[in-house]
């Protein structure tokens, strides 16, 4: 049968049977020893060939992996079609340097990608607004929404209809309420903000996939918190085509090869949309912090 691992548990995997499938069941399988030999791993979002042996607590094997779409993250996960960052408006504030980068990483990778502001319920509209206009302008679908509240729902489902979409962010931003808010259930476990550090504890430790019944063919993806991709290995010369709205700009530059650093004003047109408010200052200035990280970097290789 072809299914796919939802969630991987103390070394058994539980898989769903294809979407053809009518039955919702979910069977718990271990890995046959092949895959030990050959180093190789299923990984959560693994669309496998599995069978039944129906032995006492085990009820099938997962025989082979089809070929995988990508694999993302660490512990790394598979097939993964659309990512949703996730950050709130405030408890914790968001960290939009982190914000930037997982933006890079995601575009290098060719994945959709769009970002959910969580908690409006408890975040000043301003501050709403304001993150809204500078991620929209610079092309990425935003959402505005409260798990707490339930808000935001239908526009989310919208993107991540006919699709398996991962929920990645900071701990504590309130993903694994949103999955709660998505499916309408109470099944992923959510955690407290820490009050001394304002940080998230942590609470959801692995990677586990979720179906939308009411949506056709629709996966998400619960996962703990990441907060850090590798992106050292981007020459910082390229770093300006994974910033969709300074790529936009740079068309009118003058040099050729302008990396929109030092260049002055009236040669550089990315610095000329910058005064002009074409361009957000954070946004170009996470563009600098990440550009100088990336040279200092290579500077040691
Ligand atoms: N006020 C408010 N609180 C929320 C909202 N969404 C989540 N929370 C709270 O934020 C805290 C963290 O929520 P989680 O869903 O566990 O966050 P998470 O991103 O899954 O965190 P990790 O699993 O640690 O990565 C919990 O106390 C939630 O009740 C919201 O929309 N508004
Ligand atoms: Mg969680
Ligand atoms: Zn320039």
Redesign the pocket.
């Known amino acids: 049968m072809l299914g796919r691992i939802i969630k991987e548990s103390a070394g058994f995997y539980y898989v769903i049977p294809g979407a053809s499938s009518p039955d919702k069941e979910i069977y718990l399988c271990r890995a046959r020893g092949i895959f030990r030999k050959k180093s190789e791993r299923p990984s959560v979002g693994d669309i496998v060939d599995f069978s039944l042996t129906g032995t006492k607590d085990v009820e099938g094997s997962v025989d082979s992996i089809r070929e995988r779409k990508n694999l993302l993250f660490r512990p790394p996960v598979a097939n993964v079609d659309r990512v949703l960052i996730v950050f709130s408006g405030s408890d914790p504030a968001p960290n939009l340097l982190l914000l930037d980068r997982l933006l890079v990483s995601m575009k290098r990778k060719g994945i959709l990608a769009a970002i959910c502001i969580n908690k409006s319920d408890i975040t000043e509209d301003p501050v709403l607004l304001e993150l809204k206009e500078t991620y929209e302008g610079a092309s990425y679908p935003v959402f505005i929404t409260s798990a707490k509240e339930n808000e935001g729902r239908e526009a989310l489902l919208s993107f991540m209809k006919g699709a398996l979409t991962a929920l990645v962010g900071p701990s504590g931003v309130g993903k694994s309420s949103i999955m709660n808010m998505l499916t309408q259930t109470d099944l992923a476990k959510t955690g407290e903000v820490a009050k001394k550090t304002g940080q998230g504890k942590q609470t959801t430790r692995t990677s586990e996939i979720y179906v939308i019944e009411d949506v056709e063919n629709t996966y998400v993806m619960d996962t703990p918190g990441f907060s850090a991709f590798d992106i050292s290995d981007l020459d910082e010369k390229e770093l300006f085509h994974y910033f969709p709205e300074i790529e936009r700009e ?1 068309g009118g ?1 003058f ?1 050729r090869g ?3 650093m030092e ?1 002055p004003e009236d ?5 000329a949309a910058l005064s002009k408010g074409l361009i957000k200052e954070s946004r170009y200035n996470n563009y600098r912090t990440i550009f100088s990280d990336l040279r200092s970097k290579r500077s040691y290789r």
């Open positions: 740079s530059c040099f302008c990396v929109h260049e040669k550089c047109a990315v610095k």
